[in-house]
């Protein structure tokens, strides 16, 4: 099966009241982790490459390893441009093969967001390319992006911006964030404002960014085994159902892909200090990443058996 766009994936989850996940990929362990709980739960999928990630690993390797998957793999698949920061990096991904891009302007006034996300959209709409857009700012680094606050989006100006850009959906700031540490105290999102936005813009895709679960079991384990990830607190699982329910279609995922590895690939570390065979560590880290992700699908997500 070919590449695919989220448009039919996106009218299933919106109609049902699920959510397809976006998982951040930056190797071949996650990919393949991230496929094979896919395969296991017949979820379409969504695996998304930040500016980091193509540095890391390189366009090209990036798109031979969807590719290899894609061989493998009976399954509708979205490669999606994660956060890109300008017009050149969305041309230059939809050139290379990717079925959906992120232009993300949040950090721009409000008219040059839209000028900026107007320009990919005509690019990308041109050659079938589908166009994530967000409004409002999540607190956090998001690559060369930073913000110190939250500026939650306001529902008038999603209901213009979305007018005025023909963005296919559209990121929305309502208290998620970046990272391992999303809340100091008690977790809360503001489902009213989730709410109104999609009163507003009834059949909308929306799409939740900062949405790891910060899963406590992956915490303790990279703790106990050497690791310091403090007060490290993510979305409830519970609040990423509601969401699902509420008109959010794509959830994004990568904090939990890291916490998992990295926890597992400790306690391996410690238990087997005379081992110096990667494939003895990541593989474990890979079946990790498979298990995290078959459960969110599974348990959180609502996206198994949807193909
Ligand atoms: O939005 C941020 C994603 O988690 C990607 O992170 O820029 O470190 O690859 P990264
Ligand atoms: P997390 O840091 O919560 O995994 O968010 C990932 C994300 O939004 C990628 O764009
Ligand atoms: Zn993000």
């Given at each position: 099966?070919?590449?695919?766009?989220?448009?039919?994936?996106?009218?299933?989850?919106?109609?049902?009241?699920?959510?397809?996940?976006?998982?951040?990929?930056?190797?071949?362990?996650?990919?393949?982790?991230?496929?094979?709980?896919?395969?296991?739960?017949?979820?379409?999928?969504?695996?998304?490459?930040?500016?980091?990630?193509?540095?890391?690993?390189?366009?090209?390797?990036?798109?031979?390893?969807?590719?290899?998957?894609?061989?493998?793999?009976?399954?509708?698949?979205?490669?999606?441009?994660?956060?890109?920061?300008?017009?050149?990096?969305?041309?230059?991904?939809?050139?290379?093969?990717?079925?959906?891009?992120?232009?993300?302007?949040?950090?721009?006034?409000?008219?040059?967001?839209?000028?900026?996300?107007?320009?990919?959209?005509?690019?990308?709409?041109?050659?079938?390319?589908?166009?994530?857009?967000?409004?409002?700012?999540l607190a956090g680094v998001e690559?060369?992006?930073?913000?110190?606050?939250?500026?939650?989006?306001?529902?008038?100006?999603?209901?213009?911006?979305?007018?005025?850009?023909?963005?296919?959906?559209?990121?929305?700031?309502?208290?998620t964030s970046h990272g391992a540490y999303k809340?100091?105290?008690?977790?809360?999102?503001?489902?009213?404002?989730?709410?109104?936005?999609?009163?507003?813009?009834?059949?909308?895709?929306?799409?939740?960014?900062g949405?790891s679960?910060v899963?406590?079991?992956?915490?303790?384990?990279?703790?106990?085994?050497?690791?310091?990830?403090?007060?490290a607190r993510g979305?409830?699982?519970?609040?990423?159902?509601?969401?699902?329910?509420?008109?959010?279609?794509?959830?994004?995922?990568d904090t939990?892909?890291r916490?998992?590895?990295?926890?597992?690939?400790?306690?391996?570390?410690?238990?087997?200090?005379?081992?110096?065979?990667?494939?003895?560590?990541?593989?474990?880290?890979?079946?990790?990443?498979?298990?995290?992700?078959?459960?969110?699908?599974?348990?959180?997500?609502?996206?198994?058996?949807?193909?």
């Amino acid at each position: 099966m070919p590449l695919t766009s989220p448009k039919e994936m996106f009218e299933g989850a919106y109609h049902n009241g699920y959510a397809i996940g976006a998982f951040n990929v930056n190797n071949m362990e996650i990919v393949q982790g991230i496929i094979q709980a896919g395969e296991a739960e017949q979820s379409p999928l969504i695996l998304q490459v930040s500016a980091g990630a193509r540095k890391y690993a390189g366009q090209r390797y990036i798109i031979k390893l969807m590719e290899a998957a894609l061989e493998e793999a009976d399954l509708p698949i979205v490669l999606h441009l994660d956060h890109g920061q300008n017009f050149e990096i969305c041309k230059e991904v939809i050139n290379g093969g990717f079925t959906s891009v992120m232009i993300d302007g949040s950090h721009l006034p409000f008219e040059e967001n839209i000028a900026l996300t107007r320009q990919v959209v005509d690019y990308a709409h041109g050659r079938g390319v589908w166009v994530e857009a967000e409004l409002g700012r999540l607190a956090g680094v998001e690559d060369e992006v930073s913000s110190e606050e939250n500026v939650y989006t306001d529902p008038d100006e999603a209901v213009e911006f979305v007018e005025r850009t023909g963005c296919d959906s559209l990121a929305i700031a309502i208290g998620t964030s970046h990272g391992a540490y999303k809340f100091k105290g008690k977790p809360q999102l503001d489902f009213e404002r989730l709410e109104k936005i999609t009163s507003m813009l009834p059949g909308y895709p929306l799409v939740l960014h900062g949405a790891s679960s910060v899963l406590p079991e992956f915490v303790k384990m990279a703790n106990q085994y050497g690791g310091n990830v403090a007060d490290a607190r993510g979305v409830p699982e519970d609040f990423l159902r509601k969401a699902a329910r509420s008109g959010v279609c794509k959830i994004n995922i990568d904090t939990d892909i890291r916490l998992a590895m990295t926890a597992v690939i400790r306690k391996f570390f410690r238990e087997h200090p005379e081992e110096f065979d990667p494939r003895k560590y990541l593989g474990p880290a890979r079946q990790a990443v498979k298990e995290m992700v078959q459960h969110k699908i599974r348990n959180v997500l609502g996206s198994s058996n949807k193909i």
